[in-house]
């Protein structure tokens, strides 16, 4: 079994929803992303998104985009953030690992090394922001037997058709992303997120989790109650970003935040 | 030169967006449907008489078309060679080749009921052209402009606001036409449902470097009537500046089953290739994904997109239309690169000698020009893409030469 598919089966079990913070990796300098990892995980996070800089993140907002900038001053690669993925495996071997990014520093690495690589340094998912299903399946062939699930977004545009391509090519869960823009967005709509959650598990088994736009602990706990994850992003970032220049302080910050969403959704 | 050649005019891209290995796709989930819908109707009016009629008849009216061919035969003359005419897209409505394409998108955003038309531009004359005709639509319209290309091209950033658009500045990245585009992105992302995104180049996810490049390929057209009608045969030699390359593919396109016409599509090499310090995909760059397609990139070894330099803001991006990328890998188009000194000189050489100022972006293409003349014969000629007018660049050029004006 995956890890994965162990921590979501291990969530159900005991009625609990999956709690997946995302930070970029090397934000604010790279000597910090693996004690974060670790401090996230001990304020309650279930499985861990970790973002891969990338100069031209255009699915991301201002607030991703800036921590993105901030990694790559410190020149923090794919090859990095493997690294840092690796060491976090000598550390805590069960918490999922999820990389997010875009597909350029993908391809110039080639596909079959990347794959090697993640898998070898313990890595549990890929999320590529700007590869759909339709140019996907070389990736996927390089992940198969590799114990990596290849992690789609479905959108509010996505018509049903489109979900269930996506469903079918994505393994580990599903991210719904609970707004039109990017991330850090607002205007989070309940009643249309639970709409599409209805279209998304008609189609499939796998975990459904829902980001953008998820600022605090009370919509958390909201969305919670629908989905089987949430993911929270920008409103992690932006409290790096207050510290950056204080990074011993940042651990502390986002265990805050991570500990009362925890809260939040354990007592829905 | 093979008579037998497969004929490819008509067989690219394929039904998702192909050129061989390069264009497609890629883009986030949330922009799929949007791109599906916008790909329909494409396809939808280009076959519609009374769309392609509203079409022609703004490309004759109100950008004043057919642009005219312009033999310089004193250039021709001092150069010593190959015969040089000019295609005087400068000679369009806002005074570039954008024009064609901005018409036929403006008006396709009308016929999909779209009331908000937003654009990137580098140079501004992308900017420019999408202003005036969303000003003549009555259409709400925003231009993502990069920071750096706002500060050098101030007189066009006023003639955007002039015609009612709102110039947003992006701060983010190199501050130059890549970061406008992620910009853009990031707004029809956000305001998808009443909002069509007006790209000014042949690159993007499909299907805009095919539908841009149908909107453009009236220059090629025209061209390839006029030379025969005016010199009784075809051009032996295209040249176009590629930055992006829309001009250029509107040039090459319905010259590429002519096997005998030579193609040089010329990017721009800033301090030089080898200095680094360049805009030079296509010549110098590796095939990656950016900007919703696959195609040559300026890029480091970790995959991060690099800062090109150019002294053309026009020219100024890091990636190039998939056609172009094709068309390279296939050997059907050659592709070159000429220093900012040396698009610099043949501006001044334009201006001197045949009394047109023409844009620094093909400035590029002239100065390519200037060194294949003189390597040809004096009854073969070469047809110029001269796509804008260089009133825009005068702070440039006059910057450059320590003049204040």
């Known amino acids: ?268 | 030169m093979s008579t037998t050649a497969e004929k490819i005019i008509g067989t690219l891209p394929d039904a998702r967006g192909h050129f061989g290995p390069y264009g497609g796709l890629f883009v986030s989930e949330t922009l799929m449907e949007p791109l599906q819908e916008l790909r329909e109707a494409y396809e939808r009016y280009m076959q519609d008489e009374d769309f392609l009629r509203e079409l022609d008849e703004d490309l004759a009216n109100y950008v004043g078309r057919p642009s005219p061919i312009y033999h310089a035969r004193r250039w021709s003359e001092q150069l010593g060679g190959a015969q040089i005419y000019l295609k005087r897209e400068d000679l369009n409505h806002t005074g570039a080749h954008k024009v064609n394409n901005t018409i036929g998108q403006a008006l396709l955003a009308r016929r999909m009921g779209k009331t908000r038309i937003i654009a990137e531009t580098g140079a501004g004359q992308h900017g420019v052209a999408t202003a005036t005709v969303a000003a003549r639509l009555g259409l709400e319209c925003v231009v993502y402009m990069g920071a750096v290309d706002i500060a050098r091209q101030e007189a066009n950033v006023y003639r955007m606001r002039l015609l009612g658009a709102e110039v947003r500045a992006v701060s983010s990245g190199s501050k130059t036409l890549k970061d406008a585009l992620n910009e853009a992105m990031r707004d029809w992302v956000t305001n998808v449902d009443n909002t069509f995104y007006i790209i000014g180049t042949v690159a993007g996810p499909h299907p805009y470097p095919a539908m841009v490049r149908d909107f453009q390929t009236v220059i090629g057209r025209e061209a390839r009537e006029q030379m025969q009608h005016q010199t009784g045969r075809l051009p032996d030699a295209l040249v176009a500046c590629v930055g992006g390359g829309s001009n250029a593919i509107g040039l090459f396109y319905p010259f590429l089953d002519d096997q005998d016409v030579k193609i040089y599509g010329v990017e721009a090499a800033g301090n030089g290739v080898d200095t680094g310090l360049h805009a030079a995909p296509l010549c110098a760059g590796k095939p990656g994904v950016l900007h919703g397609n696959r195609t040559y990139l300026m890029e480091d070894s970790d995959g991060q997109i690099i800062e090109t330099h150019s002294i053309s803001a026009g020219l100024d991006y890091p990636g190039v239309g998939p056609e172009h990328a094709w068309l390279k890998d296939s050997g059907r188009a050659n592709y070159v690169a000429v220093t900012d000194d040396e698009a610099l000189a043949a501006f001044h050489d334009l201006t001197r000698i045949e009394g047109i100022i023409p844009a620094l972006e093909s400035s590029h293409a002239l100065a390519y020009a200037k060194k294949l003349a003189p390597e040809m014969k004096r009854d073969q000629s070469i047809l110029i893409n001269l796509s804008g007018r260089g009133d825009k660049d005068m702070h440039t050029v006059a910057a450059r030469e320590g003049i204040e004006i």
């Not at chain 1, 590529?128 to 990596?148: F, I, N, Q, S, T």
Request: proline residues 5%.
């Open chain 1, 1 to 268: 079994m995956s890890r994965l598919e162990a921590r979501f089966s291990q969530l159900k079990a005991t009625g609990k929803k999956a709690l997946i913070p995302f930070i970029t990796a090397g934000d604010p300098v790279p000597d910090i992303t693996v004690d974060l990892m670790q401090d996230l995980v001990s304020a309650g996070a279930d499985i861990i998104e970790l973002g891969v800089p990338f100069s031209d993140p255009m699915a991301d907002g201002p607030v991703i985009q800036r921590a993105s900038e901030r990694a790559l001053e410190h020149h923090v690669s794919l090859r990095d953030v493997m690294q840092m993925v690796s060491r976090f495996r000598e550390l805590d071997n069960e918490t999922p690992v999820v990389l997010m990014g875009y597909l350029n520093p993908i391809e110039i690495m080639g596909y079959e090394t990347f794959a090697a690589q993640a898998a070898e340094a313990g890595v549990d998912g890929i999320l590529v922001v700007d590869l759909p299903p339709e140019e996907g399946a070389e990736l996927l062939e390089a992940m198969k037997g590799r114990g990596l699930d290849q992690i789609y977004l479905i959108a509010p545009t996505s018509t049903p058709e489109r979900i269930k391509t996506i469903c079918d090519a994505a393994g580990g869960f599903v991210y719904y992303v609970s707004v039109k823009g990017v991330t850090g967005a607002s205007h989070l709509d309940l009643q249309t997120v639970e709409s599409k959650l209805r279209d998304i598990r008609a189609v499939t088994n796998l975990p459904v989790g829902v980001g953008f736009g998820i600022k605090d602990a009370q919509t958390a706990a909201a969305v919670s109650r629908l989905a089987d994850a949430v993911v929270v992003g920008s409103a992690l970032v932006s409290r790096v970003e207050a510290l950056a220049e204080e990074p011993e302080k940042i651990g502390r910050a986002l265990e805050e935040v991570i500990a009362s969403m925890r809260k939040a959704m354990d007592e829905v």
